[in-house]
């Protein structure tokens, strides 16, 4: 059985992270046995704690998992050409592709991209059947909370992120709260991460949020990212910023 979520779709800060996990059917009580459900509805030590579990069984059980984050600067760039469900469908296929191999017979378990469930399930049979014909896919709302094993997927991606963001936190000296925008203290902080004359690369440029905090300390329009640089808005004459 392979299970895959994401975390971090919707934060103005950090990066987009996906998890797969491929774990044997006869060993999916051990996830039970560990405490695993449901990312969002256990403690932020808990969820450590099973991290931890997981890897550890990982060692001496045949059991896969890949841990795939998306960065911000990444998601910028691609956003121009590609929709943020374009950019999670394909973290889903490469999440899946690095679990298992072309003669691997395995139910896929999916949290949606989207809100229909049956047709994601659908169109990622189609993108993988020709490199994965034996996977057969399942999606639906609350996955997470109903697949043991997508559970898991979810922990790992959550602990991941959430360490992703402790070490920011760290490295600037101040919390950046959840990156979420309904968060008070992220609103807070991308009031100074937007004070620089560009933005922090921790943030996501693209989103609504950064670029209000952004015109609330510039007189221009936020940077854009592109895969040639960093293009500066100045009026009618826009530059390209490629320094480090």
Not at 75 to 96: M, T
Not at 161 to 174: K, N, P, T, Y
Not at 195 to 206: I, M
Request: hydrophobic letters at 35%.
């Amino acid at each position: 059985m392979i299970g895959v979520d994401e975390v971090g779709r919707g934060p103005a800060i950090g990066p987009l992270v996906v998890a797969s996990l491929a774990v044997p059917e006869n060993d999916v009580q051990r996830l039970l046995e560990i405490g695993v459900r449901d990312s969002k509805k256990i403690s932020k030590a808990k969820r450590k704690k099973i991290e931890e579990d997981i890897y550890a069984t990982l060692k001496e059980s045949d059991w896969k998992f890949c841990v795939l984050p998306i960065s911000p600067e990444s998601i910028d760039i691609s956003r121009s050409f590609k929709s943020l469900n374009e950019i999670e469908e394909e973290a889903f296929i490469e999440a899946i592709k690095n679990v298992s191999l072309e003669h691997t017979i395995a139910k896929v378990k999916l949290d949606p991209i989207g809100n229909k469930p049956e047709l994601f399930a659908r169109r990622m049979y189609n993108r993988l059947h020709p490199e994965r014909p034996h996977l057969d896919f399942e999606s639906r709302k609350g996955m997470d909370d109903t697949c043991v094993v997508t559970g898991a997927a979810s922990i790992m991606a959550k602990v991941y992120r959430d360490r992703v963001i402790a070490d920011l936190c760290s490295e600037l000296g101040f919390n950046v709260g959840s990156g979420y925008p309904s968060d008070p203290t992220t609103i807070e902080a991308l009031k100074e991460l937007t004070k620089g004359e560009l933005p922090h690369d921790s943030l996501r440029w693209t989103w609504a949020t950064t670029s209000n905090a952004w015109k609330k300390n510039h007189t221009v329009a936020i940077p854009t990212r592109t895969t040639n640089g960093i293009v500066l808005q100045q009026g009618l004459n826009p530059s390209i910023w490629t320094g480090g």
